[in-house]
């Protein structure tokens, strides 16, 4: 049986304003008995979370559907309306491949519009950076794109910005919601009305989004020596074909090959099990390719082409898929080479990144005397710092482990167009250099340690399952573990409590950073173990650090199955 709580919602859906399909939908769950499915669609409201909304499409208030999509624009433009008083709002507003991804971005449009802002929508499907790039180029005062990232192709989701171009923060986030929950009835929200107000925009923000990027290059003389540089690119059937590809090509890129089978955006992503380029799985096609040409690089890009996943060939001339730590230090290292080589460097640059992310990054920042921040889980916390220090400090790079990377402040979020651009560049530049990408990253690791990192989640759908997470997350709270993998744990970071406490001396000193459900363990060897509930997925996600020195690249394999095992043991340890 239902919950009075989900009764309520799902008699209120029935009762209301909403259409027809939407009721006969529902009705049949209920003569179905289905009431699991009716529980998880109707026992909360979706909320912002890292991502900002995102769900399972299908009827019901924890779902992606019309009636949460204009209750979500609604909210927005409320507190926009209060937020700018007196002024015309401005919005931009982009999708990506996904199913019902077009028609939610109309939705959208069209409640803005409805509502009397101006609307800026893209006409076709664009990548997400470019629409945070957009915002600050046309002034708006605020921005939505309509995705659900590299999630399974059930999902779709809403990510709303600010007039910075980076995601919503608290307080705007927080206060959007509050403004969405006074919504009780689907009449207080207008859906149709001044059309008028909904201005097409596209190519001409492609140029000049492709023109500022460009301007960002530095090897540019190597890289017209290696204009034969064969890449292989796929979009994975989403954004990135509209932009990647043509900004290679601005660069100054030739031999651009790219996976025909893959290239066509389609919402179902029939090619892939999943268009993630986290997974080995989403590469495999732009792998066999690289092989049959004798590739020298491999870019993937996810659907809203935010995120982006490389292969590049070992010292034996197989194919190994990077992950985002190793992408994103490689950019890092390469990026302050350049910036010291041009004489750029004075103490008043930084780099951005965030605290589940490889401490190698810092390391590499500290040689080449330029800060690093670490932040909090998610893109929109990098777009905070860079708005904070805005006229004060330059921002080079930054990124996540989650194959997420931003050079330059054009865009204020993860830039996998931008990205892709610049992980071409290092490989023309270390193919110019007589070297590889490999090599590369093996004297990466001799210059500033072996830093090894892995990612375990957890899926725990539904209600049940994210009690289930809350419990996982108290016990390891409560019960913090005191040995992992042989090395005692000295230090516990809890960012709920923003409390850091020496498990040594019992001192407790304060975290300086935003409160969010995370746990951190550090060991005497300098392992680093986080722990963190997904904001955008029923997931729970462990992030695990090794590292040791390595002192010449003969020792690279012998080294990495050391630290394999050892990342090994604490999962064991863990019992997760």
Known sequence: MLSPEVQSKVNQ????????????????????????????????????????????????SNKMNKYTIGAATQGIFNYLQKSFAGEQIKVAIACDSRNNSPFFAKITAQVFAANGAKVYLFSELRPTPELSFAIRHLGCHSGVVITASHNPKEYNGYKAYWNDGAQMLSPHDTNSILEVQKITSVSDIKFSGNESNITHIGEEIDKEYIQKITSLSISKEAIQRQKDLKIVFTPLHGSGITLVPALLKSFGFENIHIVEAQATPDGNFPTTPSPNPEEKAALEMAVQLAKKIDADLVLATDPDADRVGIAIKDLEGNWQLLNGNQTGALLIYYMLQAWQKAGKIDGKQFICKTIVSSYIMDAIANKFGVKCYNVLTGFKYIGEIIRQKEGKEKFIVGGEESYGYLVGDFSRDKDAVASCAFIAELAAFAKDNHTSLYEMLINMYIDFGFYKEKLKSITKPGKTGQEEIKAMMMG????????????????????????????????????????????QFLTQDGSLISARPSGTEPKIKFYFSVNEKLAHKSEFEKIDATLDAKINQIINDLGI
């Not at 909320?47 to 299908?58: P, Q, S, V």
């Not at 005191?482 to 409590?497: F, H, N, R, T, W």
């Open 476 to 519: 390891f709270r409560n019960n913090p573990p005191k040995i992992l993998a042989g090395s005692k744990v000295i230090k516990l970071m809890d960012y709920e409590l923003s409390k850091e406490t020496n498990l040594t001396t019992g001192v407790v000193s304060d975290i300086q950073l935003p409160t969010s459900d995370v746990l």
């Open 13 to 60: 859906w029935l009762n209301g304003a909403y259409d027809e399909e939407t009721k006969a939908e529902i009705t049949q769950l209920l003569n179905d008995k289905n009431y699991t499915e009716l529980t998880n669609s109707f026992y909360k409201d979706l909320e912002f979370g890292t991502g900002g909304l995102r769900g399972i499409m299908g009827v019901g």
